[in-house]
């Protein structure tokens, strides 16, 4: 049978089940069960986690919060973040899941993007005032919504006012998540509960999660990976959430431990952070946990191979994938050369393949399947620009893939610096950078590291005597770039090389610069 919607729904992968409705009748079989812990032990049962979504959402309602809205969630991994989500999803509006890490005009642009009705929030977060930023992004729009921020109390509404609109999100849309352009402007990447639903279906079965395999989710629940392995994930199959909010590598290993935790999905540094804790157990790491998906950024397999020595309980693997559909991962089968130099294989629910390949069946990598994405929402010609004829999803990647199947990535073609499994285009920072005086030419590039897969290099053709990266860094702070855009590394060369056309090849740049390393 060819492959699309009626495949997908007789396979199972689309029933058109909302997430709340299944949600609800796993409260209903186990009140009791424990939904949601964080760090500091504080918890909330289903009962309980479905009573506090259930107010919130009056809250919503009575903000001005109607079906198909759209309701960004700005929050740091807590118990509220599931609450808030959980009650836009029952009022039948669209959450909108960024990271809390967002800075103040990328959340002002997202907001007008996408017709945010309302923004879940706390007043700050890391001393950054994020409950001010969110009422000054909604401002922005001009458009009649409200901000809900989370105090000891509850959720505190505060109206903004502005004219009346119609959702701009189309009928059947039930998740919005974000992923960098090489614009630097974020794109609204369009799900339905149907594509998300293939997605929590598929690696439940790969990786035998249920209602008794508590998972425990460091990565940020803003990021696709937290959303999508670990919010939407434990709301399907009932499983309990183990959250961490700030990174601490020997905590994680504490509550991993204590609440027995044994699924988890996290980008590479977070790996590499955890093997690098010493360790006096006589019981190994990660004892309890059966499955590591790791991704985001590159898995140096030496990295791969010091999971196995010190976590031989726990199968870690790569796992590729995109805010647009997921994935592959190898399996318990695989080889040890799988394991260590490919992406592992694709789940049953979607399908792979190259075009244009080269001499060595190496090209772009393209997707479609049942777990793969519908749009962009308010960018439609580019979501065109990025299907084949047959409808195939060009993922900028260049792959070539086995005879078994296993995916090996070779490259790619978007420009992006993927930074700890976080996307950061170059184009914002390189335009900042431009301005400075001693700058004549710039380019951004990613530089190779072995813990967070890429660091931010700048590269410049200078106008006189160059900045120092220090005083560099202070320049660019001053115009108030984000501090995660920062550059960690400069290097000074004569020329770039460009094209006819006067464009920096960037490719040829990083090459020349790893032969003069």
Not at 36 to 49: F, H, K, P, S, Y
Not at 193 to 201: E, G, I, P, R, Y
Not at 406 to 418: A, N, P, Q, S
Request: net charge negative; hydrophobic share 40%.
């Amino acid at each position: 049978m060819p492959w699309g919607p009626v495949r997908y729904r007789e396979q199972g992968w689309w029933t058109g089940e909302k997430l709340a409705d299944r949600f609800d009748s796993l409260v209903h079989a186990a009140p009791h069960r424990r939904a949601i812990v964080d760090e500091r032990g504080n918890a909330l049962t289903r009962q309980e986690l479905w009573d506090s979504a259930g107010r919130l959402a009056e809250q919503l309602a009575q903000g001005g919060v109607r079906a198909h809205d759209v309701v960004v969630i700005y929050l740091p991994n807590s118990l509220a973040w599931q609450v808030a989500f959980l009650a836009v999803l029952r009022t039948s509006a669209v959450p909108a899941t960024i990271p809390v890490t967002t800075d103040a005009s990328t959340l002002a642009h997202t907001c007008q993007l996408i017709g945010a009705r309302a923004v879940v929030t706390v007043e700050t977060v890391r001393k950054k005032p994020t409950g001010q930023w969110a009422i000054d992004a909604l401002t922005r729009t001009g458009r009649a919504s409200a901000v809900f921020t989370h105090t000891e109390r509850g959720f505190d509404l505060t109206p903004v006012t502005g004219q009346d609109f119609e959702p701009l999100v189309p009928d059947g849309v039930d998740h919005l998540m974000f992923t960098s352009s090489t614009t630097g402007m974020p794109k609204a990447v369009m799900h339905t509960s149907d594509t998300l639903q293939a997605a929590n279906v598929a690696f439940a079965e790969r990786f035998a999660v249920d209602e008794a395999t508590p998972i425990f989710m460091p990565s940020p629940l803003g990021h696709s990976v937290g959303a999508w392995h670990g919010a939407r994930l434990s709301l399907f199959v009932g499983a309990t959430l183990v959250v961490q909010d700030e990174w601490n590598p020997a905590r994680a290993l504490e509550l991993i431990a204590e609440y027995g935790c044994q699924f988890t999905a996290a980008a590479t540094p977070f790996l590499k952070d955890i093997i690098d804790v010493p360790w006096s157990s006589d019981e190994p790491k990660l004892s309890s946990l059966r499955s590591f998906l790791c991704g985001g950024a590159p898995v140096p397999p030496s990295l791969l191979e010091a999971a196995a020595a010190q976590a031989p309980q726990t199968f870690v693997t790569v796992l590729w994938g995109m805010t647009e559909g997921t994935g592959t991962t190898c399996v318990p089968e695989s080889t040890a050369d799988q394991l260590t130099n490919t992406a592992g294989k694709p789940t049953p629910n979607i399908q792979l393949r190259i075009v244009e390949p080269d001499d060595s069946g190496a090209g772009e990598l393209v997707m479609r399947g049942a777990a793969v994405f519908v749009g962009y929402l308010g960018q439609e010609d580019l979501y065109q620009d990025l299907l084949t004829d047959d409808g195939w999803f060009r993922t900028g990647d260049l792959a070539r893939i086995d005879d078994d199947g296993y995916l090996r990535l070779t490259g790619r073609l978007k420009d992006l610096i993927i930074r700890g499994g976080v996307n950061i285009s170059p184009v914002p920072i390189e335009d900042v950078i431009a301005a400075h005086p001693a700058v004549r030419r710039v380019a951004v590039i990613g530089e190779p590291d072995e813990r967070l897969g890429e660091r931010i290099r700048a590269v410049i053709v200078p106008n006189g005597t160059p900045p120092t990266l220090s005083e560099l860094v202070a320049w660019l702070r001053e115009r108030g770039l984000s501090e995660r855009k920062l550059p960690e590394s400069l290097v000074v060369i004569e020329e770039m090389p460009v094209t006819a056309a006067g464009k920096i090849r960037k490719a040829d740049l990083r090459r020349s610069l790893e032969e003069t390393a």
